[in-house]
């Protein structure tokens, strides 16, 4: 049995996923795929496998199935499935199934913008390397007791939720889509309206995906409804917020600061907001630690090895 692993993050912090594959029999391939948009090259470096491990942009569907007889199994080592034509996949009998396993990583994230932007850590830290020295001028404000507004009640929510305890915050979650919220320690949790957790929160921080749905969630209008001292955290997906609106608040005073891992267009270039010094951004890092990629490897090699060694196709 062979497996192609397209994926060229997979097992890159350690080669555990690789040997738990091959304890199992099952032959690793090693095919990093540059073309990822061209189904043609998919199909072609999966070839004659019996499972394959694709990433984040690699696109899988009818040529692949059609080119590819022997594939059972795809285990998709990112979190969506937009990729990849799941309808077919379902018709032809093969397993996909993505490997959530980098949450942890992102709602640490999403804490480390929390209190750099408490405390204006970046250009603290510049004005130092400067040789400036004016503590006065980075005044900031504690997180403890603070209220954080968590739109998107999902694994990513939680995990941030969850972090809150140390610093005894008031939760407000805002999701449609959620009847129920556990109980998380002595966290004051209330599940409350996407307008209602604008104008309360000191820290809003959104944890939805893109879809026509939450497209521009956060515009001119949702920012004018957040207090003048709250901070915008983004690190779910770019076109959740307009750049521009951001950028006018930013600049006028609407909101006090806003941090985010993603941008509509990625890199993104020149784009006003980064020259703003209440502005915090990284290269879409959040999945990127070594505990993430172990932990999502470990999950694509078992998906495989439970397909193929198992005979089973749920
Ligand atoms: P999840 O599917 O576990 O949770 C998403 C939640 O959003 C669900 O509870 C859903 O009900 C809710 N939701 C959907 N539409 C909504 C709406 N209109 N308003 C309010 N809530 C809504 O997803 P997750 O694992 O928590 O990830 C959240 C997002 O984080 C992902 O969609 C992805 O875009 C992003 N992400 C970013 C990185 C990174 O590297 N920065 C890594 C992983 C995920």
Redesign the pocket.
Known sequence: MKVAVLSKSFAKASDQPITLLENAGIEVLQRPNDDPANEERVAELIGDCDGAIVAAQDRVGSIVFDRCPKLRVVADHA??FDRIDMEVAQRRGIVVKTC?G??E??AD?AWLFILASARKLLPAVQSVKDGQWSPPAFSGAEVLHKTIGI????????AVIQRAQGFENKILV?????RNIAPVGNLEIAHVS?DALLEQSDVVSL?????E??RY?IDSVALSKMKRSATLIN???GGLVDEAALHRALTDGTIAAAAT??FETEPPGNNPLLGLPNFIATP?????TADANIRTGMMAARIIIDVLTKNTNS
């Open positions: 979190v969506g959530p980098n949450y990583s992102v994230l739109v998107g009640y999902g694994q990513i929510g939680r805002y999701d449609p889509f959620v996407l944890h939805v995906p893109l879809s749905g939450t969630i690190t779910s997906r891992d993603v879409h890092l959040g999945a990127q």
